[in-house]
């Protein structure tokens, strides 16, 4: 199956800095990216839908200046969390849209510890 | 009334039991559904994938789509103690980019 690869897995920052967060379709091209964020044993909450070439779009209730989401080519989606704070912490996951746009493959998520 | 009802469980099962997960939906114009697995701390795998309504059949595993009744189910024969995790179910319709997600189903597998 088709795979999509997110780096960091895990990333310790201290409050106020900014961390930025990979999502790459490593076989095949994604014109749609979308980021999650999940907190435990809750279900996923859509951040943005992100389409290459063009601005993010955001989700009810999710500052576009603190995530900011950038699709610079078909295989490559980043999620920056700027002046992140302890409550930032979370699990955040990507996904990628196949060209059929049929169905959508989950990155591994990334753990975000803001300290 | 949300887009897509699962049960969050959680199921408990013992090893070798058949499985039954379940998905109901309010919008008629879903054709595509999915069934994700997830293990803890990771991100959804994708298990099947199905248009439309029918079986589709892929080892020990069957996704079922029931359109009339808005009804999709993942069954799992013969269930292990590595099947253990949390079932999401997706569906989207045939235009837009927007997919619909289930809460999520835990399910424990008892060896």
């Known amino acids: 199956g088709a795979v999509v690869s997110q780096h960091p897995s895990r990333v310790i920052c201290k409050s106020g800095t900014s961390v930025k967060i990979e999502c790459r379709s490593l076989?095949?091209?994604?014109?749609?990216m979308f980021w999650y964020r999940q907190f435990p044993k809750k279900s996923l909450m859509l951040m943005a839908t992100s389409n290459e070439g063009s601005k993010a779009t955001y989700e009810q209730g999710v500052e576009k200046d603190k995530f900011l989401i950038n699709h610079a080519s078909l295989t490559l989606s980043t999620l920056t969390v700027t002046s992140a704070h302890p409550e930032d912490s979370s699990f955040y996951i990507c996904?990628?849209?196949?060209?059929?746009?049929?169905?959508?493959?989950f990155g591994e998520g990334s753990w975000l510890t803001v300290v | 009334q949300k887009e897509v009802e699962q049960d969050p469980g959680p199921l408990s099962v013992p090893e070798g039991a058949i499985v039954s997960l379940n998905c109901t939906y309010s919008?008629?114009?879903?054709?595509?559904f999915m069934w994700y697995r997830q293990y803890s701390r990771k991100g959804p795998e994708l298990l099947m994938y199905?248009?439309?309504?029918g079986n589709k059949e892929d080892g020990r595993f069957t996704a079922q789509v029931d359109k009339s009744s808005k009804y999709i189910s993942l069954f799992i024969r013969d269930s292990q103690p590595s099947d253990s995790a949390t079932y999401l179910c997706a569906m989207r319709r045939r235009s837009g980019n927007q997919f619909y997600f289930g809460t999520g189903t835990s399910l424990t597998v008892i060896p």
């Open positions: 076989d095949f091209q994604a014109t749609t």
């Open positions: 199905t248009y439309s309504s």
């Open positions: 996904s990628a849209c196949d060209l059929s746009g049929n169905t959508i493959y």
């Open positions: 919008n008629s114009a879903f054709q595509y």
